[in-house]
């Protein structure tokens, strides 16, 4: 539904809403016939709130799409993630926790190589080292610009944040990057006339990065795209009437929660530590969003076991959060990042919702197989999981008398 | 899908079509681990017909949407309730029946307290009894101004409907109630130009009213929403080619069908009145809708066990409709009413779609989980059902040759 038509609907209520998220939870068999990794764990609270709850499998963005982290995190917060873009530039300084201003350009870099005719040869720059990659943003930094502040960020391998800081930019530039080889970076280009000033500044920027770097190969030149601002989106207190925050221990998740106005609590890195938030911080909000980082970690080294236990453990933390009595929780993941594939993936996504006033659909165990038997359905929507913890929380008016 | 998609598709037919609809069908258990109203209830006829028919759970307006009657029951007829909207003024104007003409412009009336500045005190006068409102609007409708027709109809404790009628009215008129106390009425304003004339006799209207119920306090002031005409929608006639009529005792209900434009048959309040109806005019129409009003009043008293005995009768009918062989039978709610909750609720709705043409499913029994693992799905949203119904009773061309 569109957020609109949902925010006509809120109504104040005291009910407390919990987004429990495993990150990349969804997962696949090791083997033909096999169980998943949430579907092997041991997970005895997992499945005896289950038997209380609605359960289904979402689709983060749409059928077949594999998200990443930020259009993922989006849709659970109740935000289409198509119609709510993140900049590519934006969306690293988010990874890296840079924290940009309302004034600030951001694009994502790339080191790449270029030959004499200054044609690109490698995009990657031969994935070249995040080591050798903090030594080659010391020297980008180096550089200095008239009217604009830099900033150079090293991300990771060949990849970094630049951001431009100053009056009057706009992100309307198009991308140096020709996404192939044997051609020249393209030359940055206003794509509206308000981003003269700054196309202008992206080229003095790009000539002296060329000069900087030109003893470095195979990094020997940027290429940069994905200009972009923070957007100014609407926020959860405005959409949602709730007092929302996040308990994220990594920075792209804390980025995304305050891009929709959550409140970024203080926290450890350790579960233990982002529960021990939840219960000190339990007094002070309607929403919590609570972010546990490792299971996706495990999924992208392939580890299955690892993914298992770290399910196993997050279970065990599970009466915790009960026993704080909030009103309505959800429990799920992200998106897919089964071991076997070690990377992000397009399977739907288990998640469970529980309220005392849901209806239980004799989902008794929760896992991929059975969660597909529920009423939330085996494609619900992620976007849509909101609008019903609303209505579980006793938030939404009726619509129409 | 959209109803000019469906209407391109439709040819003629002579199969009937029967939607059945338990007002409030959908519940809930009673105790943890319980049955809803309508998996205790005994219904061997509902559950012969759910072997043969497909099987699920709708959604009436969008997930987590607890709709009131008029968009639910629009979304039964196959019209989008969030692109078909019914004003707030319409919607009064059809629960108590007053039949509006093309010229009236209907208001959503408050009763309120002012204090001796005219500030609102309270919005509901202290929810006066629905007698007293009775007696303030025969004040009312004394109030004379020129050029208009006024009329003044009691609805339910503090609430009335106020319908102007004559040349020129426009509903571009914004609400008086500020929706919050302390302040005194907004002055009725024109929206747009063509309602100058309107907001001029509605700011009479409420000049008058106000002198008139000086006296009465609490309830010595008026505040008015809503303003709406009746909308011009395409008949089920247009768009389905369907002879449609309506079988319901209440007004509410009498006046949505009119709205998409089935002909309101006249019949007895009884649940037998309204099966009798429908055998006597089965030869002259192509679809009916049947509404059975007491299950939903039930669950609003909070009585399971009513709505339990309710839905039996209603089960016990169910043969004399099937002896009439129809060509497709759909038997829903057009929400959910829990009776744990006493309300309307955004709980998925039990339907089933019979005809001689439909893939049986496999679901033996009429009931919220049994649906839940039907072949519509957990969440079928409720506009789709009458497409469904349409293709079942041979009425829809191949799309695309």
Redesign the interface.
């Known amino acids: 539904?569109e957020l609109d038509?949902?925010r006509r609907?809120v109504k104040p209520a005291e009910s407390k809403i919990v987004l429990l998220v495993m990150d990349g939870l969804g997962g696949l068999p090791r083997e033909a016939g096999g169980l998943t990794e949430l579907e092997a764990a041991n997970t005895p609270n997992l499945d005896a709130l289950a038997v209380?709850s609605i359960c289904?499998l979402h689709q983060p963005v749409g059928f077949g799409v594999t998200p990443g982290s930020g259009p993922s995190h989006l849709a659970l917060f109740g935000y289409d993630p198509i119609r709510f873009q993140i900049g590519r530039g934006v969306l690293e300084a988010l990874g890296v926790g840079f924290d940009l201003t309302s004034q600030d350009v951001a694009a994502r870099g790339n080191f790449c190589t270029v030959d004499e005719q200054g044609r690109i040869t490698d995009r990657r720059a031969g994935r070249i080292s995040t080591e050798k990659n903090r030594e080659l943003c010391a020297l980008l930094r180096q550089i200095r610009l008239p009217d604009v502040e830099l900033f150079v960020e090293p991300v990771k391998e060949y990849r970094f944040l630049l951001v431009l800081r100053g009056e009057g930019l706009s992100d309307e530039v198009i991308d140096t990057d020709p996404q192939e080889v044997g051609h020249p970076p393209l030359e940055p280009t206003a794509s509206s006339p308000e981003a003269a000033k700054t196309a202008r500044v992206v080229s003095q920027f790009v000539a002296e990065a060329r000069r900087v770097l030109a003893g470095h190969a195979p990094a020997n030149m940027v290429l940069l795209r994905g200009f972009s601002k923070r957007p100014t989106w609407p926020t959860m207190a405005e959409v949602f009437g709730l007092r929302a925050a996040a308990i994220a221990a990594y920075p792209m998740y804390r980025g995304v929660a305050r891009l929709v106005g959550m409140e970024v609590l203080d926290t450890g890195e350790r579960l233990e530590d982002e529960f021990d938030t939840l219960e000190r911080r339990w007094r002070d909000f309607d929403f919590f969003y609570l972010h546990v980082k490792r299971t996706d970690s495990a999924g992208e080294d392939g580890d299955y076991d690892r993914k298992v236990a770290l399910i196993e453990e997050v279970d065990a933390q599970l009466p915790r959060l009960l026993a704080l009595r909030p009103g309505v929780v959800i429990v799920t993941g992200d998106h897919s990042t089964p071991s076997v594939l070690r990377s992000h993936s397009w399977h739907p996504v288990p998640a469970l919702l529980w309220s005392p006033?849901c209806?239980?659909?004799?989902v008794n165990r929760f896992g991929e197989r059975a969660c597909a038997?529920?009423?939330?359905?085996p494609m619900?929507p992620a976007v849509?999981l909101?609008?019903?913890?609303?209505?579980?929380a006793m938030r939404?008016?009726?619509?129409?008398?």
Do not use: T
């Open positions: 539904m038509f949902v609907l209380q289904g006033h209806r239980p659909d004799g038997a529920g009423s939330l359905g619900i849509e909101m609008p019903i913890a609303l209505a579980n939404l008016e009726k619509f129409g008398a």
